[in-house]
């Protein structure tokens, strides 16, 4: 397992780096999604076009796109 | 007021205070400023709602209170406009002090925003909103040993139940009234040492600033660019720049990174997880699922959230038709009932008719339609306030990303529904240029409230009662087809570009108050009203003029002596009809109607709808007025049937009116709008684009229309 968009539902991870451009970074990082953050997979649109997750207490819906720049480890 | 209050941040007017309201998006700000004053400010349950600064004067205790309700802002970024604004304002702009709302629900995640707040040496308070909902989940927070540790004064308060407003007022003007206070908010050890070096250098150079030394050295440890030009004027930059290039190289080995912002973020999020260990207590477990989760699990179902999201639309257009229709009848009967009874008291014919046929009618076909406009308000207020929206906006981002819209485009699209002029400035929540001018081009596909009354009328006219709910959900959806198909053509040839991230937060799902809800129609619909007295009325009866006059007396005349003649009932009643018939074609506005009917020939449309179309692009009400007014005088109405419905059923062929409707949905959405839709878009240009484009559309969509359906029907 290595990113966010290879985790499936009611999976939790540790983010290990962003490799996002800068404003998303910064963007993530607003949103609490950073290197040690814990992150729960809550649901996803079959395609896995779109995916709901929690972090901290916090849902956040991300495309896949952006899932995919989230380095991420199984806990 | 304070004697060591420096110079710069003390206003003018010693018993004035300026409160900047500050927090991240969806904590409760506007309806905390609500609960202070007695302000009506739009509230609602997604980020996002208030995307302009808006100022509310209240006076409590001798002091005038301004409080600037700034938009929602995750941190001290740039990204979207409305974190612009907010950023600008407390950067540049004069204020007091400043209120952050925080939801105490999710501490943890809002100090994010307070601690970068923290370093910006000015006066703080926190308002720990939500206490109410807090204590249901469980939270308890330490507010004292919160003040303490961080060194500002921490009030729980409750925007929607009303707690702790006055202990905030209060607290508010205690920390006016005292001398700045240092916010202890500590880094790492690394950093710390840092920041005492370039504060030790600062001060042996006795460098010259309104903000304290720490404050600076902060900043330009994490980059900021306003800090960087003042002291890139200064003669102790070459001898600085040495010493920042090592501090950085220091902080950035020490978080394993090499993106200082990263680092500070992270600075901050374990000065924050120290806070919240402290002061919050967790009572019930966490591993139960919150109602929310359950909600979610249903809503946005993979499979069934589509079906379920169509069905909840359905149903709102079905009940804007079937409840709305109910107390239309009175409505209708009660303006005709009105109109009689005035229209004996007047004596003057040209004064009856201008009041009867013009004002009454104008106003009275707009006013029929308050029913439905409220039930569709009540509609789109229930999708902002429970949260739902941004589910919609997660269940269909991936259907619009074909079509190169963001999800996020999908709020604004469906405050178009309500009105374009609140949709167009909500669009503000995407951060690209290019996707939100396209989200822009795309909202008046979405047929916004003023549109309803035209799709009631001529369902009700062509269609059984029990069919026309349909036909209003079909007319909707395939306008928003319409401006799905639209939105692909744009996007392949004027918007070619790399697509904007979507990362956006789905709020907790809320029970909204039937306050909150009624507040929210009142006021909509009253500015409906207001139109429909105003503006609608003033067209109305300049319709009336144009379509009455000038006289011709030799018509007049020449058909009396027929009617005089013949002694037939029914005879008579056709020689008026004609008589009316043929005033109108020879008057300024049959004129103007005849000058154009070449254009609308093609689409199915006679002189009176193409003049009904063009005066809709003042406002879409006037569409139903013009209608009321040309319908109301003379036509084929028999004696019977004296309601508009009736009458545009007796003269209008049905692909003539498919090809109206679709001209409706599609053109220039009105006046105001395109003003607003000018402003946002940022220049003069986009709306001689928007104009073509629609217009276009518009011609091409109904020549269509109307040739199917001729050849169908």
């Known amino acids: ?54 972090v901290g207490k916090m849902r956040v819906a991300l495309r896949g796109e952006e899932a995919k720049m989230i380095e991420v480890e199984k806990i | 007021m304070n004697q060591e209050e420096d110079v710069k941040s003390c206003p003018v007017i010693a018993n004035h205070i300026k409160v900047a309201l500050v927090g991240q998006p969806n904590v409760g700000k506007s309806m905390l400023i609500n609960s202070v004053s007695n302000a009506h400010l739009h509230v ?29 802002t995750y941190a001290f970024t740039d990204y979207t406009i409305e974190e612009r604004v907010t950023h600008d304002y407390l950067c540049a702009e004069q204020y007091d002090i400043i209120i952050n709302v925080v939801d105490s629900t999710n501490l943890e995640k809002n100090l994010q925003l307070t601690a970068e707040l923290l370093t910006m040496s000015k006066k703080v308070i926190i308002a720990l909103n939500m206490t109410d909902e807090a204590e249901k989940e469980g939270i308890e927070i330490d507010a004292e040993y919160m003040s303490e540790l961080i060194g500002v004064p921490c009030i729980k308060v409750s925007a929607v139940a009303k707690t702790g407003i006055d202990e905030l007022i209060k607290a508010v003007l ?30 042996k150079h006795k460098y010259k600033a309104n903000n304290s030394y720490r404050n600076i050295a902060i900043n330009l440890l994490k980059n900021n660019k306003k800090t960087y030009e003042k002291l890139h004027k200064n003669p102790i930059w070459t001898e600085l720049q040495p010493i920042l290039i090592e501090a950085s190289k220091h902080i950035e080995l020490h978080h394993d990174s090499d993106d200082i912002k990263e680092a500070f973020a992270e600075e901050y999020a374990s000065f924050n997880r120290g806070i919240v260990t402290e002061v919050v207590k967790q009572k019930n477990n966490q591993a139960k699922k919150t109602l929310t989760e359950k909600i979610d699990s249903i809503l946005i179902h993979p499979v069934f959230g589509i079906p379920i999201f169509l069905f909840f639309m359905w149903s709102l257009f079905q009940l804007t038709f079937e409840i709305g229709a109910i107390p239309m ?3 209708d009967s009660f303006f005709g009932w009105f109109g ?25 076909a707009v006013v029929l339609f308050v029913p439905n406009i409220v039930i569709l308000f009540i509609g789109i207020a229930l999708l902002e306030s429970t949260g739902y929206m941004s589910r919609v906006a997660f269940l269909l981002d991936g259907f619009f990303h074909k079509f190169g819209l ?45 549109r309803l009354p035209v799709y009631v009328l001529f369902a009700g006219a062509f269609f059984s009662a029990d069919m026309a709910g349909n036909v209003l959900f079909i007319i909707y959806i395939s306008g928003a087809i319409m401006g799905l198909i639209a939105a692909k053509v744009l996007k392949l040839t004027a918007f070619k570009g790399v697509d904007e991230p979507f990362v956006m937060e789905m709020p907790k799902y809320r029970l909204p108050t039937l306050k909150l809800i009624w507040h929210t129609v009142l006021g909509e619909t009253m500015m409906y009203l207001k139109k429909a007295g105003t503006f609608i009325a003033g067209a109305a009866m300049l319709i009336w003029f144009l379509s009455n006059y000038p006289h011709n007396l030799q018509l007049q005349t020449e058909y009396a002596q027929k009617i005089e003649q013949t002694q037939d009932i029914a005879e008579q009643a056709k020689l008026k009809n004609e008589l009316a018939e043929h005033s109108l074609e020879q008057s300024y506005l049959g004129r103007i109607g005849k000058f154009s009917e070449p254009v ?6 006679d002189w009176k709808m193409s003049i ?40 209008i062929p049905f692909a003539s009116a498919v090809s109206f409707i679709v001209v409706i949905m599609i053109y220039l959405p009105c006046f105001a709008a395109s003003i607003v839709f000018t402003r946002e878009a940022g220049h003069i240009k986009y709306f001689f684009y928007l104009f073509f484009f629609t217009s276009i559309a518009a011609y091409i969509m109904a020549f269509i229309a109307y040739n199917l359906t001729k050849m169908l029907v």
């Open chain 1, 1 to 54: 397992m290595n990113t966010l968009l290879d985790c499936h539902k009611a999976c939790r991870v540790r983010v290990v780096k962003l490799n996002a451009p800068t404003a998303l970074k910064q963007r993530l990082i607003s949103f609490g999604i950073m290197k040690n953050a814990t992150i729960e997979v809550l649901e996803h649109t079959p395609a896995k076009s779109t995916i709901e997750i929690k």
């Open chain 2, 44 to 72: 609602g349950n997604f980020s996002g709602v208030t995307v302009d600064k808006k100022e509310v004067l209240f006076d409590y205790d001798n002091y005038h209170f301004t409080v600037v309700d700034l938009p929602g």
């Open chain 2, 174 to 203: 205690k920390k006016h009234t005292s001398s700045k206070n240092k916010p202890k908010l500590v880094f790492s050890e690394p950093v710390e040492e840092e920041i005492a070096r370039l504060v030790w250098y600062l001060d």
């Open chain 2, 329 to 331: 009848e009175y409505i």
């Open chain 2, 340 to 364: 009689d009874v005035l229209g004996s008291t007047i004596q003057n014919d040209d004064m009856r008719s201008l009041v009867v046929d013009g004002i009454i009618g104008g106003v009275g």
């Open chain 2, 406 to 450: 963001h999800g996020q485009s999908f709020i604004p699209l469906v405050t178009g529904f309500g009105c374009s002029i609140p949709a167009y400035m909500s669009a503000r929540i995407l951060k690209n240029d290019r996707d939100r001018l396209l989200t822009l081009f795309i909202i008046g596909f979405m047929s916004c409230g003023a």
């Open chain 2, 600 to 605: 609308f020939e093609p689409l199915g449309l």
């Open chain 2, 612 to 651: 009904a179309l063009q005066a809709g692009i003042a406002a879409k009400e006037v569409v139903v007025s013009t209608l009321g007014v040309l319908y109301s005088l003379g036509a084929d109405v028999d004696e019977n049937s004296s309601s508009l419905a009736d009458a545009i059923r007796a003269n």
